[in-house]
């Protein structure tokens, strides 16, 4: 059986009226009949019906008002065919007007063409609403910085422009350069990451860029670079400033040309990498200071992606930490904890100078030491003294200069020592050898120096 579609006439003359319900019944329309808004809106259900045909003039309140009482489209009909009271009806909410005396078919074509749309809209409109675009894969937050972060890469990474991620150490770099491949149309292929500091420098051009057998002493066979095996996919170089000025010239070789040469050889070969960057470091102030090659700051300074620090993302610190934590205890197979409210306490407090990885450290802590379901502020070891207010790495590097050896009562935390070590020997060490000596990681050694704010001295000329 058809369903027949409701209408509603207001007009105040019967002649009319009569005629245009027998015009719409003999097309299976189903019509009631009102003489004026008032009537209309105090006998019948306004949006019930499909359409309401209201003549413009009636007694006591124009057609118009109807507008506003129902959601149901509404049709004037006007005998007064002028067109201004044909855009005011339009202005205040007609679906459409119709000029009296009609014709029937276009009364006909106007009333079903407005049915059709409005059922179109109903439909709609009973479809659930979609969930909020999720956020950007992997990573966590709802901020107002974060929310622009997010809708910023879900647009650069529909396209092939080189993006710069600068941000603080540990803020999750590379968690971003991530979404961006994941959402690039090069996500079909694994993204090449690349730390730049933590590579030897007479070593990275031939990790980049490969080398031909016999390039060098110990190049006994041909090398692929990462550059070429990046090749259809994203190639990501994390602290970019920390890169030798002749590594870069080669990179900038791959910006412009997009080939490159190995290391030995006379041939070029051309590639396909999207590359993005990452670095803490201002590299304006490298470009001045003859570290960083300006043409390539240029070059990679196209679309530049700023990660906010965790102390100035707001409740994102608190939401974060559950999220690390259930992480956690899954990862480390240990029973779901939460934390006391002198935990959330001190970790909504802490300025957290190393951003979210010491916020993983911290948690990771805690679950493996916790001894109940419940991790309470001693486990996650948070120094105190630095809630509300951070002191700059700056100045605890300047006091630990000004520490002498010959005070035996000032009493050396691991902090402390690796950052004395490290300042003493420096100039006499290269990184491999103060390594050795701190009985750690060059990669370890290159962190440590980023969280304490000890950036490598780069080789005099």
Not at 82 to 99: E, F, L, T, W
Not at 135 to 143: A, K, L, N, R, W
Not at 422 to 440: S, Y
């Amino acid at each position: 059986m058809t369903v027949q579609n409701k209408v509603l006439v207001v007009e105040d003359e019967p002649i009319i009226r009569t005629a245009l319900r027998r015009l719409l019944e003999r097309h299976e329309y189903s019509v009631q009949e009102a003489g004026s808004v008032k009537e209309a809106i105090e006998n019948h259900k306004m949006d019930d019906f499909d359409i309401v045909i209201s003549d413009l003039r009636l007694p006591g309140a124009p057609g118009t008002d109807l507008i506003k009482a129902t959601k149901t489209p509404v049709l004037i009909m006007t005998s007064y065919s002028s067109m201004r009271s044909a855009i005011d009806s339009m202005k205040m909410g007609a679906v459409d007007y119709i000029s009296k005396p009609f014709e029937h078919e276009e009364m006909l074509e106007t009333v079903a063409r407005i049915v059709e749309e409005g059922t179109s809209r109903k439909a709609v409109a009973s479809k659930p609403t979609p969930p909020p675009e999720p956020p950007v894969y992997g990573m966590i937050g709802s901020c107002p910085q974060m929310m622009e972060l997010f809708r910023r890469i879900r647009k650069v990474a529909m396209t092939n422009s080189t993006v710069l991620i600068n941000g603080e150490s540990g803020t999750g770099k590379e968690l971003v350069a991530r979404a961006i491949h994941k959402l690039s149309d090069r996500n079909a292929s694994e993204m090449i990451s690349v730390n730049c500091a933590a590579i030897p420098e007479n070593l990275i051009e031939s990790e980049l860029f490969g080398h031909e057998k016999g390039a060098f002493t110990g190049a006994t066979a041909n090398r692929t670079g990462l550059v070429e095996a990046a090749s259809g996919s994203t190639l990501f170089l994390d602290e970019i400033g920390e890169l030798p000025l002749e590594a870069q010239a080669r990179l900038l070789r791959v910006l412009q040309e997009n080939e490159i040469r190995k290391v030995g050889s006379v041939q070029s070969k051309k590639v396909d990498v999207r590359l993005v960057v990452a670095t803490h470091r201002d590299l304006k102030q490298l470009v001045i200071d003859g570290d960083f090659r300006e043409d390539l700051y240029y070059r990679i300074n196209v679309m530049t992606l700023i990660i906010p620090p965790l102390k100035e993302r707001g409740n994102d610190i608190l939401e974060l930490a559950d999220a690390i934590l259930e992480r956690t205890c899954k990862r480390l197979k240990s029973p779901i904890l939460t934390f006391s409210s002198d935990a959330t306490q001190a970790i909504a407090s802490y300025p957290w100078p190393g951003n979210v990885r010491e916020l993983e450290n911290a948690i990771e802590r805690a679950v493996v030491l916790a001894e109940s379901d419940l991790i309470d502020a001693e486990l996650l070891a948070i120094d105190m003294s630095l809630r509300g207010q951070l002191r700059p790495l700056g100045d605890r590097v300047a006091a630990n200069n000004t520490m002498t050896q010959d005070d035996p009562s000032e009493e050396l935390s691991l902090e402390d020592y690796f950052q004395r070590f490290v300042l003493e020997h420096q100039d006499q060490m290269n990184e491999t050898q103060l390594a050795r000596k701190l009985g750690i990681s060059r990669k370890c050694l290159w962190e440590r120096r980023q969280r304490f704010g000890l950036p490598r001295k780069k080789k005099q000329a």
